[in-house]
């Protein structure tokens, strides 16, 4: 169904008359290197023409729409969209001369990402590199650097270190992390089948600190675990692809320290009793859940109904009670086969 967005006052080319045509948009369906892509597409209609020759659009409507048609068969295809490709220069301050030369491609490669070419998958990985990395791209600088005058490499150079001081701690957090799940790359009873996925433990956290006062990390892993655990046994995959290991205190993801210190998560160190030391868990601000199933925000519910008053002591018994802790030795991982055991809440 198409919907009216503007009036535009033109020399309509369809009746030859000098009125107000109206600027409609509309889900259309096309063909994209034989995919078929559903995107949003503007013309524009005259009223005064006949039902079946009242649609037109003008140059600059049509290249727009392909565009739109292109970045939804990226979006289907896992691709950067041409608005990411934007995006990527505008946090650098980079022209699309100046990125194609930073990656040391022909200079108008950026320029046709952005307007009408499709990139294929080696291109969009060395794309993604340095969005994610401004290590990468200082990098790429260096190995470039006789594509830029002295003063764009300074200019280039402090948005990389800007970049890198807005979200280096996170980036390098989320990079020791990740390395400690390289033997875990592949979906396995180790991961309950599903590979790491940070975004979702963050927002896992915070989902469960919002519901959950006087949040400690302790209480938190056996609260994760058992979201993964509950997930696996109702639906086959956990969901965060977190792997645990049988530690005295219950089950405890690996790589436990270096979670506690992403960026993304709201977290305090306070002096508990005899001087101890305790990491509490805060529900970040604004953050977003749509990252979640209904069936996973459904585990989440059932996990927080079930050890919401519990205390840090009263969950790691009850969890040193599963199956799952009694058939596994102190360091060995808990595999999700056995996770499924758990007692039903």
């Known amino acids: 169904m198409a919907?009216?967005?503007?009036?535009i006052r033109m020399n309509c080319p369809i009746?030859?008359?000098?009125?107000?045509?109206?600027?409609?948009?509309?889900?259309?369906?096309?063909?994209?290197k034989g995919e078929k892509v559903r995107y949003m597409e503007k013309y524009l209609f005259c009223e005064n023409a006949n039902d079946d020759e009242n649609e037109f659009e003008t140059g600059t409507m049509m290249d727009e729409n392909l565009l739109r048609a292109r970045n939804a068969y990226r979006i289907k295809m896992g691709l950067l969209t041409s608005d990411d490709i934007v995006?990527?220069?505008?946090?650098?301050?980079?022209s699309q001369v100046d990125?194609?030369?930073?990656?040391?491609?022909?200079?108008?490669?950026?320029?046709?990402?952005?307007?009408?070419?499709?990139?294929?998958?080696?291109?969009?990985?060395?794309?993604r590199l340095v969005k994610d990395n401004p290590l990468q791209a200082l990098d790429l600088l260096k190995k470039n650097e006789s594509?830029?005058?002295?003063?764009?490499?300074?200019?280039?150079?402090?948005?990389?270190?800007?970049?890198?001081?807005?979200?280096?701690?996170?980036?390098?957090?989320?990079?020791?992390?990740?390395?400690?799940?390289?033997?875990?790359?592949?979906?396995?009873d180790s991961n309950g089948y599903t590979t790491l996925n940070i975004d979702k433990i963050e927002a896992a956290i915070s989902y469960i600190a919002e519901h959950v006062t006087d949040l400690y990390k302790v209480k938190l892993m056996k609260m994760l675990w058992y979201a993964d655990a509950l997930s696996a046994k109702r639906y086959g995959h956990a969901i965060t692809g977190l792997v645990y290991t049988h530690e005295k205190m219950g089950a405890l993801p690996v790589g436990h320290y270096s979670l506690m210190n992403l960026e993304n998560l709201n977290v305090s160190v306070e002096e508990g009793y005899d001087f101890d030391v305790r990491i509490r868990i805060y529900a970040i601000e604004g953050m977003k859940y749509d990252i979640f199933s209904k069936d996973e925000i459904d585990v989440l519910d059932a996990v927080i109904k079930?050890?919401?008053?519990?205390?840090?002591?009263?969950?790691?018994?009850y969890m040193h009670k599963e199956n799952a802790y009694l058939k596994t030795k102190k360091g060995e991982i808990i595999p999700f086969s056995l996770a499924r055991e758990i007692k039903n809440f």
């Open 3 to 7: 919907a009216k967005i503007n009036k």
């Open 15 to 32: 009746c030859d008359k000098i009125h107000d045509v109206e600027e409609r948009k509309r889900y259309a369906t096309t063909l994209v």
């Open 87 to 94: 995006a990527i220069r505008a946090s650098y301050g980079l």
């Open 99 to 127: 990125l194609s030369n930073l990656l040391g491609w022909g200079e108008v490669t950026i320029s046709r990402y952005e307007s009408k070419a499709i990139q294929d998958e080696a291109y969009d990985t060395m794309l």
């Open 147 to 188: 594509e830029f005058s002295e003063a764009k490499k300074v200019l280039i150079r402090n948005k990389i270190k800007e970049k890198m001081d807005s979200y280096g701690k996170e980036f390098l957090t989320r990079q020791a992390f990740e390395g400690e799940y390289v033997p875990y790359g592949e979906a396995s």
């Open 306 to 317: 079930k050890f919401k008053r519990y205390n840090s002591s009263k969950i790691v018994d």
